[in-house]
C-alpha cells in the first residue's frame, strides 16, 4: 500500500504506515496523509517547513488585521456559535478562570469575560495575539507551550476548538493542557474526524481536510485515546456541530462536483477577499455555485444529521474531559 515516502506519528513514535490519502494539491507542495493504526491518527506528510507555517499563518493569509474572516452575515453566526459554546461549558463549570489555547482574534474569550469569566488565551500568531490583546483587552500570549507562564493548575476549562489538528506535538500539548488544569478542571477538545461519512465520501476533496494547514487528522478513537492516556475522564462527545458539520457538507459536495476547490468557502471571507475571488471566479464555475447552493443545503443538513446521530460518524469531534481528582477511583 506504501508507494512512497514514510510518516513518523508524532504520538506514538512509531511508523504511520497506512498511505490514506494520495496527492492532495497544497500550498508550496502536494501531500499525502499517512495513517496510524495504533494512534487512529493521519498525518500530513511532508510536514511544512517552520518558515512555511508561519507564512501560512501570517495576517493577510489565516485572518485579517482585526481577526475577522467572514462577511458580516457570516460573522453574526460565529457569534452565536460562541454564545452555543459557552452555554455547552456551563453545564460542567459554572464560572472561573478559562484558557482558550489557538483563540485567534478573541472573540470567545470575549463572550466569556462578558459572562463574568476571568480569561486567557493562547494565539501561536504574535501579530494575531497582540491584535486579540488590544481589540479586546484580554491577556494572549503567543509561543510554544513550554514557554507558557502560566501556573500549574490555574484553570478551571481549557479549549482547543479546531486547533489540536495543526500542531506539531498534539501529545505534548494535551499534557501542558493536563498540568494547567485545577483538578477537577474541563479539557473541551473539537477536531474534524477523519473516520466521518463526510470525510471518507470526500477524501481529498473533503473541506475539512485542510491540508497543509492541518498537520494531524484525529479519528474519535485517535482523539479519545490520547485524551485518556494523559489521564483525562471522557464525560461526553459530540458528533455534530451546526458550525462545522452541514458547512463541511456543503463545500465538500461542491469539491466534488467539480466546482474550484473551497470556492465557496473563499466567497464568504471578509473583506476584500471574497469580492476578489467572485471577480476572479469564472462563469461556469459561478453558475455552479448558483445552482447548487440551494440544491445541496438541505442535503448537507440532512446527510449531517445522518452521519451524526444515526451512523455515529459525524464530521467533527467534540470530547468533553475533566481531570481526575486525585482522590477520584478509577
Ligand atoms: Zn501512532
Redesign the pocket.
Known amino acids: 500500500m506504501k508507494s512512497k515516502g514514510q510518516a513518523l ?1 508524532k ?4 511508523d ?1 504506515g497506512d498511505l490514506l490519502i494520495e496527492s492532495i494539491v497544497g500550498e508550496f507542495d502536494t501531500y499525502d496523509v499517512f495513517y ?1 493504526r ?2 487512529g ?1 493521519g498525518v500530513t506528510t511532508p510536514v511544512p517547513t517552520h518558515e512555511d507555517l508561519i507564512k501560512l499563518y501570517a495576517i493577510g493569509g489565516y485572518r485579517e488585521k482585526t481577526g475577522k474572516r467572514f462577511i458580516p452575515f457570516v460573522e453574526n453566526f460565529i457569534l452565536y456559535f460562541r454564545h452555543l459554546r459557552k452555554n455547552r461549558i456551563k453545564k460542567y463549570v459554572r464560572a472561573g478562570r478559562i484558557l482558550d489555547i489557538g483563540c485567534g482574534r478573541g472573540l470567545f474569550l470575549n463572550v466569556m469575560k462578558d459572562a463574568g469569566w476571568e480569561v486567557a488565551g493562547v494565539e501561536f500568531d504574535e501579530a494575531t495575539a497582540s491584535n486579540a490583546a488590544s481589540y479586546y483587552g484580554i491577556e494572549v500570549i503567543s509561543g510554544e507551550p513550554h514557554t507558557w507562564k502560566f501556573d500549574p493548575a490555574s484553570f478551571d476549562v481549557i479549549t482547543l476548538n479546531h486547533v489540536l489538528e495543526h500542531i506539531a506535538n498534539p501529545k505534548e500539548l494535551i499534557q501542558s493542557c493536563h498540568r494547567l488544569l485545577k483538578d477537577g478542571g474541563l479539557l473541551v477538545v473539537a477536531v474534524p474526524n477523519l473516520d466521518g461519512i463526510q470525510s471518507w465520501a470526500g477524501r481529498k476533496n473533503w473541506f475539512h481536510l485542510d491540508v497543509p494547514y492541518h498537520l494531524h487528522h484525529f479519528t474519535d478513537k485517535g482523539i479519545s485515546s490520547l485524551l485518556s492516556a494523559a489521564s483525562f475522564d471522557i464525560v461526553r462527545k459530540r458528533h455534530f456541530d451546526l458550525e462545522y458539520s452541514p458547512f463541511g457538507w456543503l463545500q465538500t459536495l461542491l469539491n466534488i462536483s467539480g466546482v474550484e476547490k473551497n470556492m465557496l468557502y473563499t466567497f464568504l471571507k471578509a473583506p476584500r477577499k471574497g469580492i476578489d475571488a467572485i471577480i476572479a471566479a469564472s462563469k461556469k464555475d459561478l453558475l455552479l455555485i448558483l445552482l447548487l447552493v440551494p440544491l445541496y443545503t438541505s442535503l448537507s443538513m440532512v446527510l449531517s444529521l445522518f452521519e451524526s446521530y444515526i451512523a455515529g460518524r459525524g464530521g467533527i469531534v467534540e470530547v468533553f474531559a475533566l481531570k481526575a481528582r486525585p482522590d477520584d477511583t478509577k
Do not use: F, N, P, T
Not at 504520538?11 to 512509531?14: K, L, Q, R, S, T
Open positions: 506519528c504520538i506514538c513514535g512509531g504511520a496510524c495504533h494512534c491518527v
